[in-house]
């Protein structure tokens, strides 16, 4: 049951053989060594496994690589390359938003969904962008705190 | 070797249901992959051939006229947010599932067919009294939802079927009441759920509806109760509380389980309908 599936990742066309039912969080990490996006609970209650598809953010580990076909899919790899997330590492490394990490990489890219739909969040918009997304160490304020100086030192960024 | 399909279009899809071969449609597969996981680097676990309908145009349509609501089954919970047209009382209970990426996956039609007590699309559907359009390859017929979900996980979706529209009749209401109880504020599977509608004319109501999840096998509405409430000014609302109270009572059949127990269950789905009758009957709503 192996298919040829199409898709965009972080601005490359790529076609894969491979079963349609797998996670799209396995082809990144296993097939496109793409491993970025962290594997916590593997059944969506997490969010360490974000990426945006289609400008959207979507847990990795619940999508069979199919739902990816003909789409755009932009990891934390991807990211990385952007003024954006530069912004947003200097503002997530002055509040202090970063200790064991393992969340971080969802936690930007939940961000930056936020920050896409909505470039001057208010606190509680920011929690809200969050909620999916867990994190063990920060006790979360300091990422909101970081969030909120993105949005403020990248005015016209977003 | 689990196989899987994607159709073309919908008459495609329908062919294949009507092929004879059991298939299991997935839209946006949110709760499919977490109830068939099997862990990092492993296929899921589904149990027959896997057809792919989220991307199915004819399923992505919204409507919003005179005669009612129509919603493509395969639109997913985001999506419907932000539709500019639809009413507060249908988006309140969608923005509070699940989590941003869960909502920009998951459909309303898989939240229906997946039939769990605690889908949380289901008393807000059950309340406006939606009806599902479901098609086959030489057939189209509607049902209530009510009349659809038969049992936990159960449903009458034939196996030459498929879901494609939930019809809202046009109903006008003037407040609504939600509340989601859950451990987490996001991702909380329910652990019961309270939904009413009212319509006024001045102070008496007209109408009202009152939903509950997660406290029986179904969601459950009581036109008993309902009706004894209709046609009432605010203040005749608190001296029927008891009448009210009994027809619900019966209702009530919750189960212990990992989210809850029987008796908390109970006693916040009577402690809300409290809550809203007296609100409505005070005035706060």
Not at chain 1, 68 to 87: K, N, P, S
Not at chain 2, 248 to 253: E, T, V
Request: charged letters at 20%; one cysteine or more; proline letters at 5%.
């Amino acid at each position: 049951m192996i298919r040829t599936i199409s898709f965009r990742i972080n601005g490359q066309e790529v076609q894969l053989q491979t079963h349609p039912l797998r996670r799209l969080l396995d082809v990144l990490r296993d097939d496109l060594e793409l491993s970025g996006s962290k594997e916590g609970c593997g059944e969506g209650e997490c969010g360490a496994c974000s990426v945006l598809l289609d400008g959207r953010l979507v847990n990795s580990c619940l999508l069979p690589v199919a739902l990816a076909e003909g789409r755009d899919v932009v990891t934390i790899e991807g990211y990385r390359q952007t003024e954006r997330f530069a912004l947003l590492r200097n503002c997530f490394e002055a509040a202090g938003s970063v200790q064991c990490g393992f969340c971080t990489p969802g936690m930007i890219m939940a961000a930056e969904a936020l920050l896409r739909e909505n470039p001057h969040p208010e606190p509680g918009d920011i929690r809200t962008a969050l909620s999916g997304n867990l994190c063990r160490c920060t006790g979360y304020s300091m990422i909101v705190q970081a969030v909120l100086l993105a949005a403020r030192e990248g005015e016209g960024l977003w | 070797m689990v196989k899987a399909c994607r159709p073309r279009s919908l008459m495609e899809a329908l062919e294949i249901r009507d092929g004879g071969e059991d298939s299991i449609l997935l839209a946006g597969g949110t709760d499919l992959m977490v109830q068939h996981r099997r862990g990092s680097g492993v296929l899921p676990d589904l149990p027959e051939k896997t057809m792919f309908i989220g991307h199915l145009s004819e399923l992505q349509e919204v409507s919003v006229e005179g005669e009612g609501i129509s919603i493509g089954a395969a639109c997913t919970l985001a999506r419907l947010l932000g539709e500019p047209n639809l009413p507060d009382y249908i988006k309140v209970p969608l923005a509070q599932m699940a989590s941003p990426a869960v909502r920009n996956v998951a459909t309303i039609g898989g939240n229906i067919c997946n039939s769990s007590p605690a889908g949380d699309t289901l008393p807000m559907l059950y309340a406006l009294e939606a009806r599902l359009l479901i098609q086959s390859r030489r057939a189209s017929h509607s049902m209530a939802v009510e009349d659809f979900i038969t049992a936990p996980g159960q449903n009458r979706l034939q196996p030459n079927e498929i879901l494609t529209q939930v019809q809202i009749p046009a109903a006008v209401f003037d407040n609504y009441y939600y509340r989601k109880i859950g451990a987490r504020k996001a991702n909380a599977v329910s652990k019961l759920s309270f939904f009413a509608l009212s319509r006024r004319e001045g102070q008496q109501i007209q109408e009202l509806r009152i939903a509950l999840g997660a406290v029986a096998p179904t969601v459950i509405r009581s036109r008993e109760g309902e009706s004894l409430l209709a046609g009432l000014n605010p203040e005749e609302i608190i001296p029927v509380l008891p009448e009210v109270w009994a027809c619900y009572q019966s209702l009530i059949r919750p189960i212990d389980d990992v989210r809850s127990s029987r008796e908390y269950r109970r006693r916040v789905a009577l402690a809300l309908l409290e809550n809203y009758l007296r609100s409505l009957g005070e005035g706060f709503l």
